[in-house]
């Protein structure tokens, strides 16, 4: 999960510096981390929130934004059949990257620790990036004027590398 993590710690510093430049301070980066744990969702809420959209817009976009997560549960549903208790935090825990590393059939370890510990490790990873952009955004003052559309551009540019890459 090494590769996962130094992304993860890099958006997420990004989204904790946005989030602190619009007045909300670590403990919101944590929580939000800990409990959305949706990158682009969670970019997306800086403004929904800051912004007092509706509930039901907030639905509606986060539909829109994570949908492609139902093809990916939908994959998955063999692979996390017999996991018992940890199958609520598996499902949850099912981003982009995470179900890329499980999405295979050949674990280096016992099946059920290899996709716990990969989920929970990448999660934990997005919360101390978060986290840490919290802390930076605190101590050093940023303009964050443009960090929107970057994040826009960045998982736009990720979808259609994807899109040509798929057969």
Not at 39 to 47: I, K
């Amino acid at each position: 999960t090494l590769p996962v993590m130094t992304g993860y710690i890099a958006l997420g510093i990004g989204f904790g510096i946005l989030l602190y430049s619009k007045g909300y301070g670590i403990l919101w980066s944590i929580l939000m981390a800990t409990f959305i744990y949706a990158g682009s969702m969670q970019y997306a809420a800086v403004n929904l929130i800051t912004g007092g959209a509706s509930l039901i817009t907030t639905a509606l976009t986060t539909l829109f934004v994570n949908a492609r997560h139902l093809f990916y549960g939908i994959s998955m549903l063999d692979k996390y059949k017999d996991t018992g208790a940890k199958k609520p935090y598996l499902i949850f825990a099912l981003t982009d990257e995470t179900y890329s590393l499980l999405c295979g059939d050949d674990y280096p370890i016992n099946k059920d620790k290899y996709q716990f510990f990969v989920s929970l490790f990448n999660h934990i990873y997005w919360i101390i990036g978060c986290a840490l952009g919290s802390i930076i955004g605190l101590a050093i003052p940023f303009n964050t004027a443009g960090i929107d559309f970057c994040m826009t551009a960045l998982f736009v540019t990720i979808f259609i590398e994807q899109w040509l890459s798929t057969k």
